[in-house]
């Protein structure tokens, strides 16, 4: 049974960094695609970055240049490294995994297997 946990949210000022960090246990699969969404409060959700098993990486335009995804295989822990907040990077903020490579995009919510409760990320100005 597959089971992911995030956690590292907190409330930071403008400018400031924090990592995201997110434990995948149980997978069994040989493939994957990881990603992060975030959802603001009276917005959509939105997909963040993803990566998959064939080493690529993917980002929404928002966040490019300032947010990198890793993942440490040897630990199954997925991370999203923050830099340069901003307010509007305040959302709830999820992990999520699918057996299948991400293809050529970021996924869909819903194309996503499993995922997390998620951990709420607080930017002040």
């Known amino acids: 049974q597959v089971e992911v946990v995030e956690s590292g949210g907190g409330s930071v000022q403008a400018g400031g960094s924090l990592t995201l960090s997110c434990i995948v246990s149980?997978?069994?699969?040989?493939?994957?695609?990881m990603a992060w969404f975030r959802q603001a409060p009276g917005k959509e959700r939105e997909g963040v970055a993803c990566?998959?098993?064939?080493?690529?990486?993917w980002y929404g335009d928002s966040v490019k240049g300032r947010f990198t995804i890793s993942k440490d295989n040897a630990n199954n822990t997925l991370y999203l490294q923050m830099n340069s907040l901003k307010p509007e990077d305040t959302a709830m903020y999820y992990c999520?995994?699918?057996?299948?490579?991400?293809?050529?995009?970021?996924?869909?919510?819903?194309?996503?297997?499993?995922r997390g409760k998620g951990t709420l990320v607080t930017i002040s100005s």
């Open positions: 990566c998959d098993s064939t080493g690529k990486t």
């Open positions: 999520t995994a699918d057996q299948y490579p991400c293809g050529s995009r970021i996924p869909g919510w819903y194309g996503m297997d499993y």
């Open positions: 149980g997978w069994t699969y040989s493939t994957y695609c």
